[in-house]
T-cell receptor, first 115, second 115 residues
Framework: AQKITQTQPGMFVQEKEAVTLDCTYD???????LFWYKQPSSGEMIFLIY??????QNATEGRYSLNFQKARKSANLVISASQLGDSAMYFC????????????FGQGTRLTINP | GAGVSQSPSNKVTEKGKDVELRCDPI?????LYWYRQSLGQGLEFLIY????????KSGLPSDRFSAERTGGSVSTLTIQRTQQEDSAVYLC???FGRGENSPLHFGNGTRLTVT
């Protein structure tokens, strides 16, 4: 069964610093997608970035990049030059090609950016 | 364009009453999902609709929960004989396809409070 693990319940970072949010996963499906979502205090779920299991390069979207290490089954989110508006919950999620097709989420990491 | 729309945004109900939560997905999206998020927790998968296929109901916590999707578009999640433990934010999401690379786009959720 697919599983997502986020081991950092909370992270505190100074503004303008880079931050890495950890995510490990487990699946037996060779084809899968990995996603990161941001959930600010308003509650909306905002899609940030996607990485496919067969992608050769790490995904990047503006200040967001995904450090994908397939052999280690990790998909860490890197936020460069953090801003106060980055304070939010961040969820890692995975969707397999086979099986249930549902998106399975980790427990999330609460990121706080300090001025 | 219009995103995923959920109504009501807030619902307070008495224990034992039935409630209906509505979701209007993004036009053209064939997949629709319901998730539940308890306070400070991750997202718990409830049910998944894909086109005309039989829904994946594997996440429904009890037979008090049911959902339908009419005409391949609008979906209604029904909770019968509500209990206090049903209090949570119910999130609906849709995606363009069923592939592992299709991100889910979320509505703003319905906050359900059972008193």
């Amino acid at each position: 069964a697919q599983k997502i693990t986020q081991t950092q319940p909370g992270m505190f970072v100074q503004e303008k610093e880079a931050v890495t949010l950890d995510c490990t996963y487990d699946t037996s499906d060779p084809s899968y997608g990995l996603f990161w979502y941001k959930q600010p205090s308003s509650g909306e779920m905002i899609f940030l970035i996607y990485q496919g299991s067969y992608d050769q390069q790490n995904a990047t979207e503006g200040r967001y990049s995904l450090n994908f290490q397939k052999a280690r089954k990790s998909a860490n989110l890197v936020i460069s030059a953090s801003q106060l508006g980055d304070s939010a919950m961040y969820f890692c999620a995975m969707r397999e090609r086979q099986g249930a097709q549902k998106l399975v989420f980790g427990q999330g990491t609460r990121l706080t950016i300090n001025p | 364009g219009a995103g995923v729309s959920q109504s009501p945004s807030n619902k307070v109900t008495e224990k034992g009453k039935d409630v209906e939560l509505r979701c209007d997905p993004i036009s053209g999206h064939t997949a629709l999902y319901w998730y539940r998020q308890s306070l400070g927790q991750g997202l718990e998968f409830l049910i998944y609709f894909q086109g005309n296929s039989a829904p994946d109901k594997s996440g429904l916590p009890s037979d008090r929960f049911s959902a339908e999707r009419t005409g391949g578009s609008v979906s209604t999640l029904t909770i019968q004989r509500t209990q206090q433990e049903d209090s949570a934010v119910y999130l609906c999401a849709s995606s363009f396809g069923r592939g592992e690379n299709s991100p889910l786009h979320f509505g703003n959720g319905t906050r359900l409070t059972v008193t």
